[in-house]
């Protein structure tokens, strides 16, 4: 099974991203998704999730407003969609799937997609 990120790369300061991951080789619908991010220096942290359970959509509070994440039960992809971006939006993005039930414990994590907002 594996995780995927596409759509990274440069955009300038107020403008807009997307940015994808598609999921194969697991059962899409048993793994709550989630979107991290790592900046220069900085720890990886939560952006965006879905959590399967009540189907809610959370964000981090420095996204709130800017950010949309989406999930394609079909396709198995969850996109994020990223609009007024800020220099501090620069990341490498990371494409989360958390196992739920009787997959809790299992998580992968793909290779991540770079962002980098700059004018």
């Known amino acids: 099974a594996q995780v995927m990120e596409s759509g990274g790369g440069l955009v300038q300061p107020g403008g807009s991203l997307r940015v994808s991951c598609v999921a194969s080789g697991l059962t899409f619908t048993m793994y709550d998704m989630a979107w991290y991010r790592q900046g220069p220096g900085k720890e990886r942290e939560f952006v965006a999730g879905?959590?399967?359970?009540?189907?809610?959509?959370h964000y981090a509070d420095s996204v709130k407003g800017r950010f949309t994440i989406s999930i394609d039960n079909v396709k198995n992809t969850m996109d994020l969609q990223m609009n007024s971006l800020e220099i501090e939006d620069t990341a490498v993005y990371l494409c989360?799937?958390?196992?739920?039930?009787?997959?809790?414990?299992?998580?992968?994590w793909g290779q991540g997609t770079q962002v980098t907002v700059s004018s």
């Open positions: 989360n799937a958390k196992g739920r039930g009787i997959l809790d414990g299992i998580d992968w």
């Open positions: 879905v959590r399967r359970r009540d189907n809610t959509t």
